[in-house]
């Protein structure tokens, strides 16, 4: 992020901050549960890289102690529980929602969220899944045994190896066959698959989750998105389809013919496992030239089937620069339900930094990336495991990933840390910032107030001395500068002046507290 024009890490850190204290609902269904909690892991995850270790575990708490609540069950206990029917040899969530329990439906949509929040909980919580794993691969099973004898559930419940792709109904209750919609869900689903096996070291599963990946990358390629231009018919006006039937395709959803929907519904969510979208880039840019069209993308039209943030970000596979142009113009859109915009603002810039997925480029890890920006090529991969890694890409590239580390080639190893003797000033006091840690000899500073430029030094000493600073609240960071390198130092948030009352006036308390009475009337 540090390398994108533009980017403010105060400005990301209040979005952090302003969701890091949200609680999940006290009563939901299964599919919204999943898209919470994804919103939430995915601002834990920047949290976390962003060094605010405080905020990732505080969202690290709310999301365990409710995915947990949801793999156990107490005597009497009816919401936030699994369970197993065994005349239709299925696992059943509670509260359950658009048909998962009655019709069978949906169960890779939903358990694809729950699967990713496991693998995070493991991630930050090394051994969680002694306790836990049994229960996430049922759900794994539930949706994608490759048992052909399972007693419990069936082969491939959702994946069918004939047509390379999953079917969403459980029933195939639709005159036209079976459907499915969402192909990203399910994408999200074989990518939770990946994940969850690789950092439990399960090779099965995260094998299991690379076929069905690949597979259906392929499926959607010719039957949602036709990029070749060789299976729609004459009569399609869409580049791409929102539905796949059993014997027909269409571009309506299940709750609206609004054409923003059809889009927003192949493209949600998106996280790291979205990138098979960003393969074709000719076709991912005459589709985004159908969407401007066709939508009020360019014109920030209020509209709740519009999603604003999924559009931007899957525009920045192709123009991020264009993509962080809209997201500024538009700062009070609604979200869509499950965004996080956060996780928005860090996708934005952090692609207009790595540049363009370079997918000639492959390695001989799943967690591994080839970005290209200008005539450079940026390699990016993710190391779940307690030793040192080192990725070989196809180019012969060999990048060494430290453990449990997620790593890009532009990475410094620029160590920077700012402080101060105060954290408190009065009114009118000037300030002095400096480096208790700076591990290198840096070309330049640019000390920052915001988006403001305070001072750029290029000799020692490296310190901010400010001028006579009125009341109210700063936050300072600077960037150091030493060669191709950057980096940013830490946030620091001073405060000038007396904090006084609502009013300017302290309002009594009547009555009498006494400390050793404070359980007595008054």
């Given at each position: 992020?540090?390398?994108s024009a533009?980017?403010?890490?105060?400005?990301?850190?209040?979005?952090?901050?302003?969701?890091?204290?949200?609680?999940?609902a006290?009563?939901?269904?299964?599919?919204?549960?999943?898209?919470?909690?994804?919103r939430?892991?995915?601002t834990a995850?920047i949290?976390?890289?962003?060094?605010?270790?405080?905020?990732?575990?505080?969202?690290?708490?709310?999301?365990?102690?409710?995915?947990?609540?949801?793999?156990?069950?107490?005597?009497?206990e009816?919401?936030f529980?699994?369970?197993?029917?065994?005349?239709?040899?299925?696992l059943?969530?509670?509260?359950?929602?658009h048909?998962?329990?009655?019709?069978?439906?949906?169960?890779?949509f939903?358990?694809?969220?729950?699967?990713?929040a496991?693998?995070?909980?493991?991630?930050?919580e090394?051994?969680?899944?002694?306790?836990?794993?049994?229960?996430?691969?049922?759900?794994v099973?539930?949706?994608?045994?490759?048992q052909r004898?399972?007693?419990?559930?069936?082969?491939?419940r959702n994946f069918?190896?004939?047509?390379?792709?999953?079917?969403a109904?459980?029933?195939?209750?639709?005159?036209?066959?079976?459907?499915?919609?969402?192909?990203?869900?399910?994408?999200?689903?074989?990518s939770?698959?990946?994940?969850?096996g690789?950092?439990?070291?399960?090779?099965?599963?995260?094998?299991?989750?690379?076929?069905?990946?690949?597979?259906?990358?392929?499926?959607?390629?010719?039957?949602?998105?036709?990029?070749k231009?060789r299976?729609?018919?004459?009569?399609?006006?869409?580049?791409?389809?929102?539905?796949?039937w059993?014997?027909?395709y269409?571009?309506?959803?299940?709750?609206t013919?609004?054409?923003?929907?059809?889009y927003?519904i192949?493209?949600y969510?998106?996280?790291?496992?979205?990138?098979?979208?960003a393969?074709?880039?000719t076709?991912?840019?005459?589709?985004?030239?159908?969407?401007?069209?066709?939508?009020g993308i360019?014109t920030?039209?209020?509209n709740d089937n519009?999603?604003h943030?999924?559009?931007?970000?899957?525009?920045?596979?192709?123009?991020p620069?264009?993509?962080?142009e809209?997201?500024?113009?538009?700062?009070?859109?609604?979200?869509?339900?499950?965004?996080?915009?956060?996780?928005t603002?860090?996708?934005?810039h952090s692609?207009n930094?790595?540049g363009?997925?370079n997918p000639?480029?492959?390695?001989?890890?799943?967690l591994?990336?080839?970005?290209?920006?200008?005539?450079?090529t940026i390699?990016?991969?993710?190391?779940?495991?307690?030793?040192?890694?080192?990725?070989t890409?196809?180019?012969?590239?060999?990048?060494t990933?430290p453990?449990?580390?997620l790593?890009?080639?532009?990475d410094?190893?620029?160590?920077?840390?700012?402080?101060?003797?105060?954290a408190?000033?009065?009114?009118?006091?000037?300030?002095?910032?400096y480096?208790?840690?700076?591990n290198?000899?840096?070309?330049?500073?640019?000390?920052?107030?915001?988006?403001?430029?305070?001072k750029?030094?290029?000799?020692q000493p490296?310190?901010?001395?400010?001028?006579?600073?009125?009341a109210?609240?700063?936050?300072?960071?600077?960037?150091?500068?030493?060669g191709?390198?950057?980096?940013?130092s830490?946030?620091?948030?001073?405060?000038?002046?007396?904090?006084?009352?609502?009013?300017?006036a302290?309002?009594?308390?009547p009555?009498?507290?006494?400390?050793?009475l404070f359980d007595?009337?008054?």
């Open positions: 992020d540090p390398l533009g980017f403010n890490p105060i400005a990301l850190q209040q979005k952090i901050n302003d969701i890091k204290n949200e609680g999940l006290t009563w939901t269904d299964s599919y919204n549960e999943g898209q919470v909690m994804n939430l892991i995915q995850r949290a976390h890289e962003m060094g605010d270790k405080k905020s990732a575990l505080t969202i690290h708490k709310t999301v365990k102690s409710r995915l947990e609540n949801w793999l156990t069950h107490n005597p009497g009816i919401a529980l699994f369970y197993y029917n065994k005349t239709w040899s299925s059943l969530g509670y509260p359950a929602g048909g998962q329990d009655n019709n069978i439906n949906d169960h890779h939903h358990w694809g969220y729950f699967i990713h496991a693998a995070f909980l493991e991630e930050f090394p051994g969680w899944a002694k306790s836990f794993g049994a229960m996430i691969n049922l759900l099973r539930d949706a994608a045994s490759t004898d399972d007693q419990m559930f069936p082969y491939l069918n190896p004939y047509t390379g792709h999953c079917w109904n459980g029933f195939a209750t639709f005159p036209q066959g079976n459907d499915q919609e969402s192909t990203s869900e399910s994408m999200q689903f074989n939770s698959l990946i994940h969850w690789d950092i439990t070291q399960n090779k099965s599963i995260r094998d299991l989750g690379i076929y069905l990946y690949c597979t259906e990358q392929s499926a959607i390629e010719e039957y949602w998105f036709d990029i231009q299976n729609f018919a004459k009569t399609q006006q869409y580049a791409l389809v929102s539905r796949v059993g014997n027909s269409d571009n309506g959803t299940f709750w013919n609004d054409i923003a929907a059809s927003g192949e493209l969510p998106i996280h790291g496992g979205s990138f098979y979208l393969h074709d880039t076709y991912a840019n005459r589709l985004w030239k159908e969407m401007a069209k066709n939508t360019l920030n039209q209020a519009l999603w943030d999924v559009y931007w970000e899957f525009l920045a596979f192709t123009n620069a264009k993509a962080i809209l997201y500024n113009s538009n700062p009070n859109r609604n979200l869509k339900f499950g965004i996080s915009d956060a996780q603002y860090h996708w934005l692609l930094a790595l363009r997925l000639s480029i492959t390695a001989n890890h799943p591994a990336v080839a970005f290209t920006k200008g005539n450079k390699y990016g991969a993710k190391n779940n495991g307690n030793d040192t890694l080192k990725v890409y196809s180019d012969g590239y060999i990048f990933v453990p449990r580390k790593k890009t080639s532009l410094s190893d620029i160590q920077a840390h700012i402080s101060s003797d105060f408190q000033l009065y009114k009118g006091s000037a300030a002095n910032i480096f208790d840690t700076l290198v000899l840096p070309d330049s500073i640019h000390w920052m107030l915001g988006s403001k430029r305070l750029t030094i290029t000799s490296w310190n901010l001395e400010t001028s006579a600073l009125n109210g609240k700063y936050t300072f960071y600077a960037k150091i500068f030493k191709d390198a950057r980096a940013n830490n946030l620091f948030t001073l405060v000038v002046g007396e904090q006084i009352p609502y009013n300017k302290a309002a009594s308390i009555g009498n507290i006494q400390s050793g007595q009337p008054c």
